[in-house]
């Protein structure tokens, strides 16, 4: 079993950066395929960015790339979100997922069995 907790939102003005983690528990951190997911009021649960186990490859939706880097440190069993430019339509609850298996359909939050708390992320304009 794995427990995820994150860390780092707040409020920014746009423009602005976060840097969000997301600390595992568990010894087997490194096996699993790492997700970041976003809600905002009244919206569904979308992607913003995946990692696979290793590191090496990584995954983001259209509406961050370029903006926001993914990554981990299997070391300290820890995947971040650094979020550069922020805009205030990336004003929304941040979770962070665990998934097991390949980086297919890493984008389907359907497919991740771990979840954390969440963490609000607010962006003043």
């Known amino acids: 079993q794995v427990q995820l907790v994150e860390s780092g939102g707040g409020l920014v003005q746009a423009g602005g950066s976060l840097r969000l983690s997301c600390a595992a528990s568990?010894?087997?951190?490194?096996?699993?395929?790492m997700g970041w997911f976003r809600q905002a009021p009244g919206k569904e649960r979308e992607f913003v960015a995946g990692?696979?186990?290793?590191?090496?490859?990584?995954y983001y939706a259209d509406s961050v790339k370029g903006r926001f880097t993914i990554s981990r440190d299997n070391t300290k069993n820890t995947v971040y979100l650094q979020m550069n430019s922020l805009k205030p339509e990336d004003t929304a609850v941040y979770y962070c997922?665990?998934?097991?298996?390949?980086?297919?359909?890493?984008?389907?939050?359907?497919?991740?069995?771990?979840w954390g708390q969440g963490t609000q992320v607010t962006v003043s304009s």
């Open positions: 997922a665990a998934k097991s298996g390949g980086s297919y359909s890493v984008n389907n939050f359907r497919l991740y069995r771990y």
């Open positions: 568990g010894r087997t951190f490194s096996t699993y395929v």
């Open positions: 990692i696979s186990w290793s590191g090496g490859s990584t």
